[in-house]
T-cell receptor
């Protein structure tokens, strides 16, 4: 089944403890992206990647890191999480070229206390 | 930068009736795509419908259709014969196409659709 797999679905952590949210897609998509969703703000792009080893900042990159060492994986790293990073996170992927709709993962609910 | 505005935080409609969700956007690009996504309580993001800016014909997917007014930069979603399963948050989204690749999605803040039985 074609899908984007995010893990974990839920995560509670403490301020300053490094964490990684994994994202993997099995559709050979070149384009991958991370979004955060906050009430009343919609979804905002954190980072995106056009292909392996090519990443760039989105609208709200502060406090986040990403890497794209393989085409299928695009992990989101929070080196020192803070409470204002409590949010719902989505990974998404798509083919490049003519824009297609994204395929989204199921989301990760992160709480930083 | 592109912006997407959904002016209706919440809408309510009776089951079996028709409802229209509004979306406007601002861009200086000529080549772009517009989307409506549905997010039910399961929080999964589901693509409802897509419109290419270079196509004049409005997209339709079963009970879902759009009214795309390019000059007015308007992209509304019409849901006909509303069903209880249509209850969800609906997000309008814009994606540019800057040649050689595709830009990210810019989302509106969403409209919460309530279906009254």
């Amino acid at each position: 089944e074609a899908q984007v797999t995010q893990n974990p679905r839920y995560l509670i952590t403490v301020t300053g403890k490094k964490l990684t949210v994994t994202c993997s897609q099995n559709m050979n998509h070149e384009y991958m992206s991370w979004y955060r969703q906050d009430p009343g703000l919609g979804l905002r792009q954190i980072y995106y990647s056009m292909n392996v080893e090519v990443t760039d900042k989105g609208d709200v990159p502060e406090g986040y890191k990403v890497s794209r060492k393989e085409k299928r994986n695009f992990p989101l790293i929070l080196e020192s999480p803070s409470p204002n990073q409590t949010s719902l996170y989505f990974c998404a992927s798509s083919l490049s070229g003519r824009p297609y709709g994204y395929t989204f993962g199921s989301g990760t609910r992160l709480t930083v206390v | 930068a592109q912006t997407v505005t959904q002016s209706q935080p919440e809408m309510s409609v009776q089951e079996a009736e028709t409802v229209t969700l509004s979306c406007t956007y601002d861009t200086s690009e000529s080549d772009y795509y517009l989307f409506w996504y549905k997010q039910p309580p399961s929080r999964q993001m589901i693509l409802v419908i897509r419109q290419e800016a270079y196509k004049q014909q409005n997209a339709t997917e079963n009970r879902f259709s759009v009214n795309f007014q390019k000059a007015a930069k308007s992209f509304s979603l019409k849901i006909s014969d509303s069903q209880l399963g249509d209850a969800a948050m609906y997000f309008c989204a814009y994606r540019g196409y800057s040649g050689g690749g595709a830009d990210g999605l810019t989302f509106g803040k969403g409209t919460h659709l309530i279906i009254q039985p």
